[in-house]
């Protein structure tokens, strides 16, 4: 038997095995996730440690069977410090097993922090991780590290270059000098790398080239930059199918192929679709960085920090991110942890050619549990009613909206062309004609408290605009909580259906409008819509009536994420 399937029957056998043991054991599996009289906001089926500071995504990768997904971590409280590189496994991108830190802050060139990075799968097959560390000087280097293992599917321990620093901040502010991204190799064999910098005060992605993955030299110039930003974190560079429905691996170039530059800037993920040139290292695009009204993001929420990774078992290519908690250090500390996985997506490029669609990974829907569905019903205008019969605070829900009469639409009101600003002053609340229409989730009964995830269609010039929002204003009773709203234009024609999917998990709602075109994410906190007191409404808010084509809810069970360390470890041949 492979080592790879004979190590994913052991994860299966012991995720049965945590779900059936009934003492200590049981304890141990359970708790590391939601409890709701002791930890209302854990989640249930999003990716946490079991404790602690968590913040971005680092170097996930498929390897040998095994998906591995690395993060920042801070391995003694739950605010951000001592930053290492928490570890943990998983053989379907939803139930997950601890292990051991990767990697430790102990070296002069990284002893103030391993900041964040990227694996790469080498030639030979073998992973390779290249992370920031923050040395004596708090310089911000690159360094390397390599599994001391590579026959361990879990990939263990790891061993750090004896050549570290392997890139060194010359010429650039030794501050703004981190986060280097997978490697892709040219037509001439050699290895390429950005590292996300600023010159001059303003966002580049650091070009450097290797032949060996050791000896780094910087070209002569940024594989691209911007007069309109700040500093760069996180970049990641990838391809995307032209006309294709499959992922592609990083090193992947040809004619049908286009290139995606993400960067992290102003708390938000950026992104920018051109052409790259492998032989010249050029990369053109249009638009460009905060060029139009319009800036390209992944999504328009609580998404920070994200990383990309080739899913070479499956073919695609998936997107995770970092999501912050929206209350404070304080509460972080009560709770015991920060921070948490979005779901990982699936992400291609749109059929546009535009912009980017994603959608929650297919592995997701094993959770689904208890299903109501709606055909074909009506939504007069100034109606709410609730969809029940499933557990609301822990949910999946499909729906999609008909709208039969758009020819008196409001016309988009002059000078809120930001779609934010337009959720925020047109809220769930503000009658409209088109909209505000979609769902009340983590309501309570009386819907003193809800989260409205909705959409609003308006006439622009010569067509129709559609509008969609996440309205946290009335999420919570609790005070001392962030509860901005979030908006995003969608690119979709509204005299054919408008789609909707969101995905509820206690403090968190994840929705995809358009089929995966606009994504917003957010972070609630309700005092009284807790656990079985979540309730979930479909409302109308506007004038017309909508129809709604097809609604499906699902009860969502919960993953299973428990720490290696806590059992006897099992021994491979």
């Not at 999946?396 to 002059?414: I, Q, T, Y």
């Amino acid at each position: 038997m492979e080592v790879s399937l004979f190590l994913i029957l052991i994860l299966q056998s012991i995720l049965i095995f945590c779900e059936a043991e009934v003492g200590k054991s049981h304890q141990i599996c359970k708790k590391l996730q939601y409890d709701p009289v002791k930890q209302p906001y854990r989640t249930a089926f999003h990716f946490q440690p079991p404790k602690n500071w968590m913040n971005d995504p680092n170097g996930p990768m498929y390897y040998k069977g095994i998906y591995h997904l690395f993060y920042q971590y801070n391995p003694y409280s739950a605010i951000w410090g001592n930053i290492s590189w928490g570890h943990s496994i998983s053989y379907n991108l939803v139930d997950w097993i601890d292990i051991e830190l990767a990697i430790s802050p102990i070296e002069s060139y990284d002893i103030n922090g391993c900041w964040s990075g990227s694996a790469t799968i080498l030639a030979e097959g073998n992973p390779a991780i290249l992370y920031t560390g923050s040395d004596f000087k708090n310089r911000q280097v690159q360094n390397l590290a390599m599994p001391k293992n590579v026959l361990d599917p879990y990939l263990r321990e790891w061993i750090k270059s004896d050549h570290n620093p392997l890139m060194a901040p010359i010429g650039v502010d030794p501050q703004f000098f981190r986060d280097p991204t997978t490697a892709w190799q040219g037509p001439d064999k050699k290895w390429r790398v950005v590292v996300g910098s600023q010159i001059n005060g303003h966002g580049t992605a650091l070009l450097y080239q290797s032949d060996d993955f050791v000896k780094w030299t910087r070209s002569d110039r940024p594989l691209h930059f911007s007069n309109k930003t700040g500093m760069w974190e996180c970049p990641d560079f990838y391809p995307v199918s032209v006309d294709g429905v499959n992922g592609l691996d990083t090193s992947v170039q040809g004619k049908n192929v286009k290139h995606v530059l993400k960067a992290s800037f102003n708390d938000h993920d950026y992104y920018i679709i051109g052409i790259y040139e492998p032989e010249t290292d050029r990369f053109s695009v249009s638009p460009d960085f905060m060029d139009s009204n319009v800036q390209l993001r992944y999504d328009y929420g609580i998404f920070y920090a994200s990383k990309t990774f080739y899913d070479s078992a499956k073919s695609r290519r998936i997107l995770w991110a970092w999501v912050t908690e929206a209350d404070g250090k304080s509460d972080d500390v009560d709770k015991g942890w920060s921070g948490l996985q979005s779901i990982p997506r699936s992400i291609l490029l749109d059929k546009t050619g535009k912009q980017l669609s994603q959608w929650p990974i297919e592995e997701i829907e094993k959770l689904r549990a208890k299903e109501v569905n709606l055909e074909n019903k009506v939504v007069e205008g100034g109606t709410t009613f609730e969809i029940a019969g499933i557990t609301s605070s822990q949910a999946d829900v499909e729906v999609s909206f008909v709208l039969p009469n758009l020819h008196d639409a409001e016309l988009l009101p002059p000078g809120l062309l930001d779609p934010q600003l337009l959720c925020s002053k047109r809220n769930a609340s503000t009658e409209g004609v088109i909209g505000p229409f979609g769902l009340l989730v983590l309501a309570s009964k009386d819907l003193i408290e809800h989260t409205a995830v909705f959409f609003r269609v308006f006439k622009g010039h010569g067509n129709f605009v559609v509008l969609m929002c996440s309205d946290q204003s009335r999420s919570s009773l609790r005070e001392e909580v962030d509860k901005s709203s979030f908006g995003a234009f969608v690119d979709v024609d509204p005299t054919d259906k408008i789609s909707l999917r969101s995905l509820i998990d206690h403090s968190i709602i994840e929705s995809f409008g358009g089929e995966g075109k606009t994504c917003i994410t957010a972070r609630v906190y309700p005092k009284l819509a807790i656990d079985k007191e979540s309730r979930l409404y479909v409302f109308n808010n506007g004038t017309e009536s909508i129809t709604i084509a097809n609604l499906s809810a699902w009860s969502m069970k919960g993953a299973q994420i428990f720490p290696l360390h806590k059992r006897r470890k099992p021994q491979l041949d």
